[in-house]
């Protein structure tokens, strides 16, 4: 049975979605991207997407530095 669409999380999510579930600033979703601190974003049309379920289980993982945050997710590939 498949399950109602209206309460399963999206796939992708733009920087105003990111920063109310991180419950920051949208200005802080760039600076982190740009520091390299979230985890890397798709672009898509033009526009710059998350994966939702990489959020959260980056989030399960501590927030680490996106390149620590590879690493971790390379591993358990």
């Given at each position: 049975?498949?399950s109602n669409k209206?309460?399963?999380?999206?796939?992708?999510?733009?920087?105003?979605?990111?920063?109310?579930?991180?419950?920051?600033?949208?200005?802080?979703?760039?600076s982190w991207l740009?520091?390299?601190?979230?985890?890397?974003?798709?672009?898509?049309?033009?526009?710059?997407?998350?994966?939702?379920?990489?959020?959260?289980?980056?989030?399960?993982?501590?927030?680490?530095?996106?390149?620590?945050?590879?690493?971790?997710?390379?591993?358990?590939?």
């Amino acid at each position: 049975m498949m399950s109602n669409k209206a309460t399963t999380a999206p796939l992708l999510v733009g920087a105003d979605e990111v920063a109310r579930l991180l419950s920051v600033a949208k200005s802080t979703v760039y600076s982190w991207l740009d520091s390299g601190r979230l985890p890397s974003p798709l672009r898509i049309g033009g526009r710059t997407l998350w994966n939702h379920d990489e959020l959260q289980r980056w989030v399960q993982a501590g927030a680490p530095p996106r390149v620590k945050w590879e690493q971790v997710r390379g591993a358990a590939r």
